[in-house]
């Protein structure tokens, strides 16, 4: 194997400033528009040619984003003009782990410049042992994506069953209070967080993680504060923080399937307290009225829904298995620490 080269990233890659495209100008197609925090938007015409990698120069500073076709990006970003003949999947991965925060202006937008991070020493190998380092990530990167995928689609199938049967019926109307409870999280500061064992959830969903759990598993979390009304559903036991309400069922549910889908159906945004902080009213979310099926059609809903979120539970393990080994490899990788044969 050929030993890596130390050079100065603007000798490996050209990055240029993206381009301004107001929203007022933009025409639907399939084209993506990439901000410093991905995709925001599609364009009828792209600004550069795939394959392409992007990452955040205002604003979100450092995300790193790969696209496969042509695409637009903003001028909240920077893309890769020239990639000088490396292999553009290998400088996506290599730009994944870059320190751009060293370069970042530290202003209240945090910003960062072209020719300030074309200065900074890298190592990298031949062209033939990138693209194997490439490989190696991107089918760990691609059985994650198809996991994620099939996923969605579970869930899809799952929420289209519930507006079927408790959407489009005409059942007896009633109160969301009348099938779950809204119950507080519990205040748990971050410097006493273990940070192994199980999720510390908040209102954006899992935060941490904790030695010990609040509430046994499966459970529904819903956000109080902040990020207010989302719905995370949790497999194993967890602990709610006091930005959440985790719920309890009054119908039996067994494995809240029913009111998962039955809380995502609902507008909670509506139902703000009106403060600094955007908050969930509680009386006001409980006294949402809804549509009440007979219990045996729950139950049935139920059983359905437990083999497609058996196969999303079984899922979700591998994810986190291929996310685990993609993240120990990745440093390794493209430090040279591990290497790989070319070709």
Known sequence: MGEWKECKLGDVVNLKRGYDLPTQLRKRGDIPILSSSGITDYHIEPMAKGPGVITGRYGTVGQVFYSTGDYWPLNTTLYVQDFKGNAPKFIYYLLTVFDFEKYSDKSAVPGINRNDVHTETVRIPEIEEQKSIASILSSLDDKIDLLQRQNKTLEAL????????????????????????????????????????????????????????????????????????????????????????????????????????????????????????????????LSTEIKIAPFDKLKQYNTYCAILFEKLKQNNLQISTLTRLRDTLLPKLMSGEVRVKKG
């Open 158 to 285: 799952a929420e289209t069953l519930f507006r079927q049967w408790f959407v489009e019926e005409g059942w007896e109307t009633g109160k969301l209070g009348d099938v779950i409870e809204l119950i507080y999280g519990k205040a748990l500061k971050e410097e006493i967080r273990s940070g192994s064992g199980f999720p510390v959830v908040g209102s954006s969903g899992i935060v941490g993680y904790h030695s010990e759990f609040m509430v046994e598993g499966p459970g529904i979390v819903i956000g109080r504060k902040g990020t207010l009304g989302k719905v995370i559903y949790l497999f194993e036991n967890f602990f709610p923080i006091d930005t959440t309400y985790f719920i309890k069922s009054k119908v039996n549910s067994k494995g809240l399937f029913y009111e998962y889908f039955l809380l995502k159906t609902l507008n909670f945004e509506d139902m703000n307290s009106d403060s600094a902080v955007p908050g969930l009213n509680r009386d006001l979310a």
